[in-house]
């Protein structure tokens, strides 16, 4: 099994190919170590060639209470009062580190993805 990591944009489209091509193959043959080999190598080229930015905290929110079927008045155990939890969903308020806190344990929203600030608190 020659395997050789991945550096150019060529070599990325040959592994991509591969991949697709391995993409039946059953988890313990020799093509299932292959496929999972070339994932792994195309996983870290593109994290270091595309990387994801964090979303901005308040999208993460609504996008939590979107998937999760929940109302603003779900959110008061984790942010306050009504009026906070309708401020920092309208960016009039900043989060702080205890509704960080409550929201990535109550949502699941990843802490890194809450304390970023958002793009129009920033621009302020």
Not at 40 to 55: G, Q, S
Not at 62 to 77: C, I, N, R, T, Y
């Amino acid at each position: 099994m020659e395997i050789k990591p991945i550096r150019t944009k060529t070599d990325y489209r040959s592994a991509l190919k591969e991949i697709d091509s391995l993409m039946g193959a059953r988890s313990g043959s020799r093509e299932g170590e292959r496929l999972d080999v070339l994932v792994t190598l195309v996983e870290a080229y593109e994290a270091k060639h595309f990387p994801m930015d964090l979303p901005d905290p308040v999208e993460a929110i609504k996008f939590s209470m979107e998937k999760g079927g929940l109302a603003p008045k779900d959110l008061v155990p984790m942010i306050g009062q009504i009026n906070r939890v309708y401020e920092v969903l309208g960016r009039k308020r900043p989060l702080t580190l205890k509704m960080i806190w409550r929201l990535h344990r109550g949502l699941g929203i990843p802490a890194e993805s809450l304390i970023k600030q958002s793009d129009e608190l920033r621009a302020a």
